[in-house]
C-alpha cells in the first residue's frame, strides 16, 4: 500500500475508536448552555463570553477551548477570526440551538477529597493513575502494550518510508524512553545495525517485553528519576501523557542523559502537534478529538508554541519540527 493509503487506514481507525468522544463533547456542550448562550448574543460570541455566560469556573477555562475545537473542526459550531484592529479573538457560532428549559445544576468539585492532588478522570473512573493500572490489571497492562507495539511499528515504517528516518543518522546510541515494548527500537536497530538501542521503563511492562523483541537492551527504571545515558533520547508518545510540569521533568532528565548538540546529542520526539502538519481538516479533526481523549489521563496535545514553552523551561536551546506523517510530526530538540 501507498503511504498516503495507509495514514488513510490509521486515521479511519482513529476515527471509529474517538467516535464515542464526538457524542460525548456535543452532550457536554448542550448540558452547559454553549448553543443557548451564543444564540442570545445574537448567534456568535467568543470563548470569553461563553466563559461569562455558562458560568465556568476559571480551572476550566482550558478545557473549554480544547473542547470547542472539537465541535468546530467536526462543523458543530463554525469560527472566524476577528479583524486585526481588534483583539484576534476568534468569534464561534452556532449551528444548532437547544432552548433554556431549567437552572444549570452547580457543578460538582472535582476529587472529592479535599485538598489532596488532583484526580485524573482516570482515576476517577478506575481508582488508580493509568501507569500504575498497568502494574495492578495484567489484561489492561498486555492490551496497552500490545497497542503501542503495533502502533510503533506502524509509524516507524512510516518514518523510515517517508525520509524522517535521517533524523537517527549519526547517532551512536539511542535509548527509548517510555518505550514500553520496544518495538520502535527494534526499528530503528533493524534500519541501523550500528546504533545501539535501549529501551527505558517502568518494571511492570520490562518484565513482560517479549523474548524476541529485536536487538534490544530492556531498562527497569522512572523516567522521573534517570534516563540512561545515550546519544539521543526517543520520546514517542510520551510527553502528550503527561502535564508541562512533569514533561520538564522527564526532558530535564533526557538532556542529562546526552552530549552536547555539537556532540550529536539530541531528544527526538514523535507526537502531533496541533495545526502542524498536513491541514486537511480530516487531520486537525484527528489532532483535535487525541487532545480531547488526552484529557481523561491528564495528557494534552500542544501546538508549537506549548511546546517550545516546555522545551525552553527544561533547558534546550532549539528545535525543528518536521511534519512528516500525516496529524503526526517528528521534533528534533538540541540541548
Ligand atoms: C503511551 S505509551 C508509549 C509507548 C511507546 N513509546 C510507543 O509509542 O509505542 C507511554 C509509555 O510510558 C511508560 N511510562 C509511564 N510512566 C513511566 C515512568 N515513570 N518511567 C518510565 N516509563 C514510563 C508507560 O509504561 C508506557 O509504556
Not at 452532550?27 to 456568535?44: M, S, T, V, W, Y
Not at 480551572?59 to 473549554?64: D, E, M, N, T
Not at 503527561?242 to 555539537?262: H, M, Q, S, Y
Not at 511546546?307 to 512528516?324: C, R
Amino acid at each position: 500500500m501507498s503511504t498516503e493509503e495507509l495514514l488513510q487506514g490509521h486515521l479511519q481507525l482513529y476515527h471509529h475508536f474517538f467516535s464515542y468522544i464526538k457524542s460525548m463533547a456535543l452532550k457536554c456542550a448542550a448540558e452547559l448552555g454553549i448553543p443557548a448562550a451564543i444564540h442570545r448574543r445574537g448567534g456568535a460570541a467568543t470563548l470569553r463570553d461563553i466563559v461569562a455566560d455558562v458560568a465556568l469556573r476559571q480551572a476550566k477555562v482550558p478545557h473549554l477551548r480544547r473542547l470547542m475545537r472539537v465541535l468546530t473542526v467536526s462543523g458543530i459550531f463554525a469560527m472566524k477570526q476577528q479583524q486585526p484592529a481588534s483583539s484576534g479573538e476568534a468569534v464561534l457560532h452556532a449551528w444548532f440551538r437547544v432552548d433554556d428549559e431549567e437552572e444549570e445544576e452547580e457543578p460538582v468539585a472535582g476529587g472529592g477529597g479535599g485538598g489532596g492532588a488532583a484526580m485524573s478522570l482516570f482515576e476517577m473512573a478506575h481508582g488508580f493513575p493509568r501507569w500504575e493500572m498497568t502494574g495492578r490489571d495484567a489484561a489492561y497492562g498486555a492490551v496497552l502494550n500490545e497497542a503501542m507495539a503495533a502502533d510503533s511499528r506502524f509509524v516507524m515504517e512510516v518514518v523510515f518510508r517517508e525520509g524522517g528516518g535521517d533524523v537517527f543518522r549519526g547517532i551512536g546510541s539511542l535509548v527509548d524512553v517510555g518505550g514500553g515494548h520496544g518495538a520502535a527500537a527494534a526499528a530503528v536497530a533493524a534500519a541501523f545495525p550500528h546504533v545501539k538501542c535501549s529501551v527505558l521503563d517502568l518494571p511492570q511492562v520490562v518484565r513482560k517485553a517479549p523474548p524476541d523483541a529485536g536487538d534490544v537492551r530492556f531498562v527497569a527504571g522512572d523516567m522521573f528519576e534517570y534516563v540512561p545515558p545515550a546519544d539521543a533520547v526517543l520520546l514517542k508518545y510520551v510527553l502528550h501523557c503527561f502535564g508541562d510540569d512533569d514533561c520538564v521533568k522527564i526532558l530535564r532528565w533526557c538532556k542529562e542523559a546526552i552530549p552536547t548538540r555539537d556532540a550529536g546529542g539530541k531528544v527526538i520526539i514523535i507526537n502531533m502537534v496541533i495545526g502542524s502538519g498536513s491541514q486537511r481538516d480530516i487531520f486537525k479533526e484527528t489532532q483535535a478529538l487525541f487532545d480531547l481523549y488526552m484529557m481523561y489521563i491528564d495528557g494534552v496535545e500542544r501546538e508549537e508554541k506549548e511546546w517550545e514553552n516546555i522545551f525552553s523551561k527544561a533547558g534546550f536551546s532549539a528545535y525543528k519540527i518536521m511534519p512528516i506523517l500525516g496529524f503526526l510530526s517528528i521534533i528534533e530538540v538540541y540541548p
